[in-house]
């Protein structure tokens, strides 16, 4: 299990944008792909649905983890494409 810590910069938080490029690239990779947020919630990074209900702000922190065979790979890539959809 790997995982990467993400501080929300974008004024709107996580939106329909984010949200779909997370989920565009979670979906390419066999690992489970979650993202942990507030007191203990997940959600799955596989799920469009899942991370617009996160309600996400802008300065919410989000920790995302993958674990599986290509868990790696699918950290950097899922964390890449969901910060390059954060910019305004």
Do not use: W
Not at 40 to 57: C, D, E, F, M, R
């Amino acid at each position: 299990m790997v995982s990467e810590k993400i501080v929300v910069g974008s004024a709107l938080g996580i939106h329909l944008r984010p949200a779909g490029a997370m989920c565009d690239a979670a979906v390419k990779y066999d690992s489970h792909i979650t993202f942990a947020y507030g007191e203990g919630k997940t959600a799955n990074a596989k799920s469009v649905i899942s991370i617009l209900a996160a309600g996400i702000k802008c300065g919410d922190e989000i920790e995302l983890i993958a674990d599986g065979p290509d868990e790696q790979e699918a950290l950097e890539n899922v964390a890449a494409a969901f910060k390059e959809s954060l910019k305004d």
